[in-house]
């Protein structure tokens, strides 16, 4: 079982930088592969980004690639996803998910709004 708890959202100016957090608990958390997904209003959600148990690993959505930086910190049971450049389009509730095993992502936060005014 793992918790998950983001933090970080709000309301920036096109260009700004955000960085999100996600607090994690559980005992499956750092063998866990970790994700970062976004849903817009009135669209489904979306990946954004995962990394693998070590933070060896990085994969992103192409509309974040450059832009969005995911890491990890076992040590702390934290999650976190440097947001550059934020466009308009990047607004949408933002959330962690944790997938133990073959990218079946079981465990989801509640998500962070994030709002990009132009």
């Known amino acids: 079982q793992v918790q998950l708890v983001e933090s970080g959202g709000g309301l920036v100016q096109a260009g700004d930088s955000l960085r999100l957090s996600c607090a994690a608990s559980?005992?499956?958390?750092?063998?866990?592969?970790m994700g970062w997904f976004r849903q817009a209003p009135g669209k489904e959600r979306e990946f954004v980004a995962r990394i693998n148990w070590s933070g060896g690993t990085t994969y992103y959505a192409d509309s974040v690639k450059g832009r969005f930086t995911i890491s990890r910190d076992n040590a702390k049971n934290m999650v976190y996803l440097q947001m550059n450049s934020l466009k308009p389009e990047d607004t949408a509730v933002y959330y962690c998910?944790?997938?133990?095993?073959?990218?079946?992502?079981?465990?989801w936060g509640q998500g962070t709004q994030v709002t990009v005014s132009s």
């Open positions: 998910a944790a997938a133990p095993k073959n990218y079946d992502y079981k465990y």
């Open positions: 559980g005992r499956t958390f750092s063998s866990s592969t």
